[in-house]
């Protein structure tokens, strides 16, 4: 059975009981990262695993860190060395590890919070997963996981109590998928395929590939290839973003009608979006020696940019923890002065910043 998982409050260590809005340096990591994959368990505290190291070298390493405490601790090896992993917790409290890069594409592991362990998957995924993955439970005992560049094409369900991988290849009509997977909302997952939205519905696995449904979402020309989305507040409109475009969609998933929005700022090199509590979102974006945080409201398309010149983040992995807090987790800076990811890398950082805004009543 699904077990509820529990919502955790963060508290303020006691010197950050001020009012000032920024970074504040909240502990560090046993190991300088960046690349690396981090998750929040139900217990509050933070799972980092893999990425590189200050040299380059891809880490097999993992640690737990306690915001409240400040303190990092080692955590089980992984059976691989591994960068750029999807996390998922599951319901059950356990962390699904799909993919990642450095010989371990195809592979899932599985960390036990209860006996501090990771087991790696017997049978591998049927298809190589080096970027995102798509990760989403749909039954008690099952997980879906694809890529998000082509989730219908090759696609797996991963059994939480037989611990095994299902393979599923279906026959996909011409095109494809790119950054594909926008999201959940009741029992459908959400996909973007060119100009058109698909909706799934997942409740019987037999009919999968059957019962999905196209709506037109005539958005071309439109680079999908770094997008962003996020449900908003009222759980029914999904922001979508993609770096290669001066404007925005709202989709809202129960109409099927979206509206093109242009914000009073560019928005570039996005690294990680938020959504705070007052359902403004939060982008973060770093290149070179700079940081940009930028608050967006998203219906009225009017943002505010906080440009930072240190910490350097770049690569750094973003926890939200709740409410408006936010843990920017290592990292590492960049010689370049356009996209990150065309950017040469130097350097690896141990430090966990907290993202303190002044909505915050602490």
């Not at 070298?57 to 691989?80: A, C, Q, R, W």
């Not at 356990?94 to 890069?101: D, H, M, P, R």
């Not at 798509?134 to 879906?144: G, K, L, S």
């Not at 960049?334 to 950082?349: E, K, T």
Request: proline share 4%; net charge positive; glycine share 8%.
């Amino acid at each position: 059975n699904n077990v509820e998982i529990e919502k955790k409050t963060f508290e303020f260590p006691s010197k950050l009981h001020k009012d000032g809005e920024g970074f504040y340096e909240i502990g560090k990591m046993l190991t300088p990262r960046y690349r690396h994959s981090s998750v929040l368990l139900q217990d509050g505290r933070v799972f980092i695993v893999g990425g590189r190291d200050k040299d380059g070298h891809i880490l097999n390493t993992t640690e737990i860190f306690d915001p409240k405490t400040g303190k990092s601790i080692k955590g089980p090896v992984m059976p691989y060395a591994a960068f750029g992993c999807t996390l998922k917790l599951l319901s059950n409290g356990n962390v699904l590890i799909v993919g990642g890069k450095y010989n371990s594409e195809n592979r899932v592991s599985v960390y036990l919070p209860q006996k501090n362990k990771i087991i790696e998957v017997p049978n591998r995924l049927g298809h190589e997963i080096n970027r995102v993955a798509v990760i989403e439970e749909i039954a008690n005992e099952e997980v879906f996981i694809a890529d998000y560049f082509n989730p219908l094409r090759y696609y797996s369900f991963y059994n939480k109590n037989t611990n095994e991988v299902l393979n599923v290849k279906e026959a996909q009509p011409s095109g494809k998928f790119f950054d594909a997977y926008l999201g959940r909302i009741h029992n459908n997952l959400y996909f973007l395929w060119g100009q058109n939205v698909i909706i799934i519905n997942v409740l019987n696995r037999k009919n999968f590939i059957n019962t999905y449904k196209k709506y037109k979402f005539n958005l071309n020309p439109r680079y999908f290839g770094t997008s962003h989305s996020i449900f908003l507040k009222d759980n029914k409109t999904l922001f979508i973003y993609t770096d290669n475009n001066d404007s925005y969609i709202l989709f809202n998933t129960q109409t099927k009608t979206y509206q093109e929005i242009k914000p009073n700022i560019k928005l570039s090199s996005v690294w990680n979006i938020s959504l705070l509590e007052d359902g403004n979102i939060m982008f973060f974006s770093a290149s070179k020696e700079s940081i940009n945080i930028v608050e967006l409201d998203p219906h009225k398309g009017f943002g505010i940019v906080k440009p930072y010149t240190s910490p350097n983040l770049t690569c750094a992995s973003v926890i939200k923890l709740d409410g408006n807090n936010l843990l920017y987790i290592g990292g590492t800076k960049v010689h370049h002065d356009g996209l990150i990811s065309f950017g040469y890398y130097y350097g690896a950082s141990d430090k966990i910043y907290l993202w303190k805004t002044k909505k915050e009543n602490n």
